[in-house]
């Protein structure tokens, strides 16, 4: 199949685009980036008080200098088994954009790593995995040195109405 052939998808080009700086984390020994402009802020872990009816993923809110926000533990959002918290573990707060509105949602990882500035000609689109593997929510692979960051789209993990009731 040529260039020209290829089915379109919804993804956004790689390119100059997705170029820019990347706050990276690790869930167990995968590491991963987010867009470093819709990250608000990390804070150490605190407690989370649970909310019933939500998707298992979500572990409760949270209340922070007055303003509550939803707090989702990315392992279990990924399907990865989850575990205890260290003094590692962090929660990131993040600014989700979805219908032309703004929320905040934290995520739990397992620690936080580094701000990196990574090029586009260092961004890979995302492998195809075939049509039962959702990737829509990667906005590419990070090739730096000889490992590689899975850039997400942060919008596309969080967005959905399970999250709007919380906010």
């Not at 993804?11 to 990347?22: I, L, N, S």
């Not at 019933?52 to 572990?59: A, L, S």
């Not at 989700?96 to 961004?123: M, W």
Request: charge should be negative.
């Amino acid at each position: 199949m040529t260039e020209s052939t290829a089915s379109t998808t919804t993804r956004r080009p790689v390119g100059a685009d997705r170029e820019g700086k990347y706050l990276t984390f690790a869930l167990a020994q995968e590491e991963y980036g987010l867009e470093i402009l819709k990250v608000r802020e990390i804070i150490g872990y605190i407690e989370v008080t649970a909310v019933p009816q939500t998707p298992h993923y979500v572990k409760g809110v949270v209340n922070l200098r007055g303003q509550v926000f939803p707090v989702v533990d990315l392992r279990a959002k990924f399907d990865m088994e989850t575990t205890d918290v260290t003094d590692e573990t962090c929660i990131i707060v993040v600014e989700i954009s979805e219908d032309h509105r703004k929320y905040s949602t934290g995520i739990v990882v397992d620690r936080v790593q580094e701000v990196l500035d990574i090029p586009a000609e260092k961004i890979e689109e995302p492998p195809q995995f075939g049509g039962n593997v959702d990737t829509e929510f990667i906005l590419g692979m990070g090739k730096i040195d000889d490992s590689v960051k899975i850039l997400l789209d942060i919008d596309r993990v969080l967005g959905g109405d399970e999250l709007e009731t919380l906010t």
